[in-house]
C-alpha cells in the first residue's frame, strides 16, 4: 500500500506484488494526470475504489488482482489507464471437477481463552444474547394481524416485563398458493421451523395461523418441537384466526395478548449469566459491496473470525455466487474429503437452480457494486471469501438447516442480503457482522446487527448507522490486526447487552425465504 501524511497525494492499494492493476484509495477519485509516488501517470479521471493499470496490458492479457485472474483486457491498454467494468472481460466459471480436495487444511489453531459475555442460557444448551418474544405466522395473510399485534404488546405488554428486550412478528409470504411438496419446499417450510427455534427466542415463539393454508402449523411444528407454555390448547402457543371463538378482529387481537402473556411471563424469567465467548455463533455478511470490501472490512471481519474460532466460537461464512468462483481456495481448506464434497455439491445445486431460471453470470455484480469498482463477481468472489478467515472449514451447512457443531462453518444461502441473513437466523445465528462500502440500511430483529464501513467517506456520512470504520486501514490509521480485536471485542460487549447503531434507530427489516418450489 502507498500512503502519505496528506490526504491529497494520490494513493493506491496494491493486494500482491503480483498484481498488475491496483484500486485509487483517495476520496472522490482522482484527475487525468495525477501522479503516484513511484511515477505512474494517470491518463485519465479514475474514482475511488476504482482499477489504475500497473502495466502495459495487450488486449487478451491476464488482469489479476489478489494474485487472481479477475478478467482479461478488452483492448490495449496503457499503464495508467481506467480498467473499467466495459474493458474487463469476465472469465468463465470455474469448473467443479478436479478441484483440490483436502490439499491446504491449515493447522489447529492455539486456542484463546478467558473471553467472555452475559448472555442466557437455554434450556437446549444454546445461548441467546438477546430475550425477544417471537410471535412466527404459518402463512402470510395474517401479517397484518400480526403486526397490529405486536404494536400492542410492545406499547402495553412489555414494560410489565422487564427482563424481555423486544417483541418481533416473524412474518413471510409464504404458507398459502404454493405446491407444498413441491421439490425445494421443504427449504422455506424448514427455514420458518428453525429461525422459531433461534437461542434469542428462549424456546418461547408463539405462532399464528390463518386455518385454511397450505402449510398447516402441525406440518409446520410438529408436536413437541417447540417445548413452550400455551393457553390449554392441544397446540402450544398456537393462535387460528379462523377458530369460531374469534368473533371481529379485536378478538383475534385479544387472543394474541392473552398468549403473548403466558409466553412473556416465561421469557421474563430468563436472566444474563457469564458464558464462554464459544457460545457466540456470528453469522458474516457483506452488502452493498464495492472494492474495499475486500482490503479493509473484510479482511477485518477474517482477523475476528480466526479470533473466535480459536476461542470455540461458530462462525458462518455464505453467499454462494460470491465465493462460487473461488471455490478451489474454499475446498482446499476443508477439514474433510466429506466437508469439500458438500461445498461441491452446495455449488452444484445452486448452478442449476441458476441455470433453470436462465440467470445470467453477470447479474452479479450489482449496479452499485460496478459503481464502487467491482468489475465482475471474479474480483467480488475475491473480496468476499477472505472474511472467512484463515481456519480449516469444518462443516457445511444447507439452506434451512440448523446448526449441531462448532468451529468455521459455510452455510450455503443466496448471495441476497435478507435472503442471506434470513437463513443465518435459521441455523441458530446469535450475533451479526455486516459490512458495506456503498451504504446500506440493513438491520434485523432477531439478533443484534454489528454494522461495519468499508470507507472512511461512508463512515462520516453514515456516522449514525456504522459501528466501526475499517476505512482506516486503507488511510493508514489502523491495521487490520486492530480492527479485527475491536471488533471481536464489540462482538462480546454487543452479546452482553449493548446496542448497536442499526438497533438503537430500530432498523428491523424483513425476513426473505429463500422459496426454489413452484407456486400454484
Same mark, same amino acid.
Given at each position: 500500500m502507498t500512503t502519505s501524511p496528506s490526504a491529497n497525494t494520490p494513493r493506491y492499494i496494491l493486494m500482491h506484488d503480483n498484481?498488475?492493476?491496483?484500486? !485509487?484509495?483517495?476520496d472522490g477519485g482522482l484527475p487525468a494526470g495525477a501522479v503516484f509516488a513511484n511515477g505512474l501517470t494517470l491518463l485519465e479521471a479514475v474514482p475511488q475504489g476504482h482499477k489504475v493499470g500497473l502495466r502495459d496490458l495487450a488486449k487478451g492479457d491476464d488482469v489479476v488482482r489478489y494474485n487472481v485472474t479477475i478478467g482479461f483486457a478488452a483492448k490495449d491498454l496503457p499503464a495508467g489507464s481506467w480498467l473499467a467494468e466495459h474493458n474487463v472481460e469476465m472469465p468463465a466459471a470455474r469448473e467443479l471437477a478436479g478441484l483440490p480436495i483436502s490439499?491446504?487444511?491449515p493447522p489447529a489453531m492455539e486456542p484463546l481463552e478467558g473471553y467472555t459475555f452475559e448472555g442466557y442460557r437455554n434450556p437446549d444448551g444454546s445461548v441467546g444474547t438477546r430475550n425477544i418474544l417471537a410471535i412466527t405466522t404459518t402463512v402470510q395473510c395474517v401479517s397484518g394481524v400480526v403486526d397490529f399485534a405486536v404494536e400492542r404488546i410492545?406499547?402495553?405488554?412489555?414494560?410489565?416485563?422487564?427482563?424481555?428486550?423486544?417483541?418481533v412478528g416473524l412474518e413471510h409470504t409464504y404458507g398459502c398458493g404454493v405446491a407444498i411438496d413441491a421439490p425445494g419446499a421443504n427449504i422455506p417450510i424448514r427455514t420458518i421451523r428453525n429461525i422459531a427455534l433461534n437461542p434469542n427466542f428462549g424456546g418461547q415463539a408463539m405462532v399464528v395461523s390463518l386455518g385454511c393454508e397450505k402449510l398447516q402449523p402441525t406440518r409446520l411444528f410438529p408436536k413437541g418441537s417447540i417445548p413452550i407454555q400455551n393457553a390449554g390448547g392441544a397446540d402450544p402457543g398456537l393462535v387460528c384466526l379462523q377458530d369460531a371463538q374469534h368473533v371481529g378482529f379485536m378478538s383475534m387481537i385479544d387472543s394474541i395478548m392473552k398468549q403473548a402473556e403466558i409466553n412473556l411471563a416465561e421469557l421474563n424469567k430468563r436472566q444474563r449469566e457469564t458464558v464462554p465467548a464459544s457460545e457466540l455463533v456470528v453469522g458474516v455478511q457483506c452488502g452493498g459491496s464495492d472494492a474495499f470490501s475486500g482490503v479493509t472490512a473484510n479482511p477485518a471481519v477474517g482477523f475476528a473470525t480466526d479470533l473466535l474460532v480459536r476461542a470455540g466460537a461458530t462462525v458462518m461464512f455464505s453467499e454462494v455466487t460470491e465465493v462460487?468462483?473461488?471455490?478451489?481456495?474454499?475446498?482446499?481448506?476443508?477439514?474433510?474429503?466429506? !466437508?469439500a464434497e458438500a461445498m461441491i455439491r452446495e455449488m452444484d445445486w445452486y448452478d442449476n437452480y441458476l441455470k433453470r431460471g436462465g440467470a445470467d453470470r453477470s447479474a452479479n455484480t450489482t449496479p452499485g457494486n460496478k459503481k464502487g469498482g467491482l468489475s465482475n463477481i471474479v474480483e467480488k468472489a475475491m473480496g468476499s471469501i477472505v472474511k472467512s478467515g484463515s481456519a480449516p472449514i469444518s462443516g457445511v451447512l444447507s439452506p434451512g438447516d440448523k446448526l449441531t457443531q462448532k468451529g468455521l462453518i459455510y452455510a450455503a444461502t443466496p448471495a441476497s442480503d435478507f435472503i442471506c441473513g434470513t437463513l443465518q437466523l435459521a441455523a441458530g445465528m446469535n450475533l451479526h457482522i455486516f459490512t458495506t462500502g456503498r451504504g446500506t440500511p440493513y438491520g434485523l430483529a432477531e439478533v443484534p446487527v454489528i454494522k461495519v464501513a468499508t470507507r472512511n467517506d461512508l463512515a462520516r456520512r453514515w456516522h449514525d448507522l456504522m459501528d466501526i470504520n475499517a476505512g482506516r486501514i486503507a488511510s493508514g490509521e489502523a491495521t487490520i490486526a486492530e480492527v479485527g480485536w475491536e471488533m471481536f471485542r464489540l462482538m462480546l460487549d454487543v452479546a452482553s447487552g449493548r446496542e448497536t447503531w442499526a438497533?438503537?434507530?430500530?432498523?428491523?427489516?424483513?425476513l426473505v425465504l429463500f422459496n426454489p418450489a413452484p407456486v400454484t
Open positions: 498484481d498488475n492493476v491496483a484500486i !485509487v484509495v483517495n490439499t491446504r487444511v410492545r406499547n402495553e405488554l412489555l414494560p410489565r416485563y422487564p427482563n424481555v428486550d423486544d417483541v462460487r468462483d473461488g471455490i478451489d481456495q474454499l475446498t482446499s481448506r476443508a477439514t474433510t474429503p466429506e !466437508v438497533e438503537k434507530w430500530k432498523l428491523h427489516n424483513a
